[in-house]
């Protein structure tokens, strides 16, 4: 028999753009949903500009991690857990290329003291116009 599993979230993250939480409890590990940089009650992304059209103008990818890394805390915190119990980060970048050594950079930043495992894969495009996403699992007490 499997272990019952939690859904979790936020009042202070960004609303999923699907049918999803933004995290589910099983046993003592905590899986978050894809997390981006948007933020919570608007459709403001910090860094992106948008054309008329609804298109990228120009992003600052900067912006979009420390806001994306401020998210992913706002979930951990909802959850009972915190940053540093993070073992495990996915993180999804649109444009590898030009926006690694910056995102590399902040992240270097943020996990100076917990140190997951982290894979760093570069994808055609994600859901809204952003940059990164990330994909965590944590422990919880």
Known sequence: MSEPTDRINSDKAPEPVGLYPH????????FLSGVGPRERGTSIIPGVELNADG???DYDIAAQCHSVFKN???VLEASGSSW???VDVTVF???MKDDFKTYNGIYAEYFK???PCRTTIEINCLPTPI???LKCIATID
Do not use: C, P
């Open 55 to 57: 298109t990228v103008a």
């Open 113 to 115: 003291d917990n140190q």
């Open 84 to 86: 540093d119990k993070l």
């Open 131 to 133: 940059a990164i996403e």
């Open 93 to 95: 970048l649109t444009n």
């Open 23 to 30: 995290a589910r409890r099983v046993g003592n590990l905590l």
């Open 72 to 74: 992913v805390r706002l």
